[in-house]
T-cell receptor, first 114, second 116 residues
Framework: AQKVTQAQTEISVVEKEDVTLDCVYETRDTTYYLFWYKQPPSGELVFLIR??????QNEISGRYSWNFQKSTSSFNFTITASQVVDSAVYFCALSEFGANNLFFGTGTRLTVIP | EAQVTQNPRYLITVTGKKLTVTCSQN?????MSWYRQDPGLGLRQIYY???????DKGDVPEGYKVSRKEKRNFPLILESPSPNQTSLYFC???????????????FGQGTRLTVV
């Protein structure tokens, strides 16, 4: 069975601070995909990244970076020099290859205080 | 522009009054799915469709129906809505999941439904 745990329900940081959002997953498959989505106050879901289980390279995109560690079943997301526009709910998700579902964690609400 | 369009965006209805939330995609995606989002529970899958005339239950299908008569449309039907179906609903679409899953997964803007 697949499971995604985002233990941090809410995080508040002051603007320009770095923040890491944790994601721990469970799966019995060797082939799977991990995702992060952003949900701003307007409500839509914004795709941030997809990572497959065979690619453990960390990724950096501007102020965003992702650390994928199979040894600890974690796929953590770091925002460097946070900005007010980063305030949103962030979801981590998992899909096993061949599954018909994208399985979401419960989300982490990030508030960046100016 | 590639997109998934849901309508309506907001809906308030009364218990028992049948309603349909429409979902349409313009990317020729085979796969479509409905999710509901509730506080503390994340998003949970209601129904999905692998292609035209092929639908199946997700994790929380009770009280919902779907149909897939055309590739681009995947409406969600609540035959007798109840207050526990008050939620934020998302439609999603993607190319075939048995190829490169979710590489181009798109979500609609969401439909906020309130059942009183």
């Amino acid at each position: 069975a697949q499971k995604v745990t985002q233990a941090q329900t809410e995080i508040s940081v002051v603007e320009k601070e770095d923040v890491t959002l944790d994601c721990v997953y469970e799966t019995r498959d060797t082939t799977y995909y991990l995702f992060w989505y952003k949900q701003p106050p307007s409500g839509e879901l914004v795709f941030l990244i997809r990572r497959n289980s065979f690619d453990e390279q960390n990724e950096i995109s501007g102020r965003y970076s992702w650390n994928f560690q199979k040894s600890t079943s974690s796929f953590n997301f770091t925002i460097t020099a946070s900005q007010v526009v980063d305030s949103a709910v962030y979801f981590c998700a998992l899909s096993e290859f061949g599954a018909n579902n994208l399985f979401f964690g419960t989300g982490t609400r990030l508030t960046v205080i100016p | 522009e590639a997109q998934v369009t849901q309508n309506p965006r907001y809906l308030i209805t009364v218990t028992g009054k049948k309603l349909t939330v429409t979902c349409s995609q313009n990317m020729n995606h085979e796969y479509m799915s409905w999710y509901r989002q509730d506080p503390g529970l994340g998003l949970r899958q209601i129904y999905y469709s692998m292609n035209v005339e092929v639908t199946d239950k997700g994790d929380v299908p009770e009280g919902y129906k779907v149909s897939r008569k055309e590739k681009r449309n995947f409406p969600l039907i609540l035959e007798s809505p109840s207050p526990n179906q008050t939620s934020l609903y998302f439609c999603a679409s993607s190319f075939r999941l048995d190829r490169d899953p979710w590489t181009e997964a798109f979500f609609g803007q969401g439909t906020r439904l309130t059942v009183v």
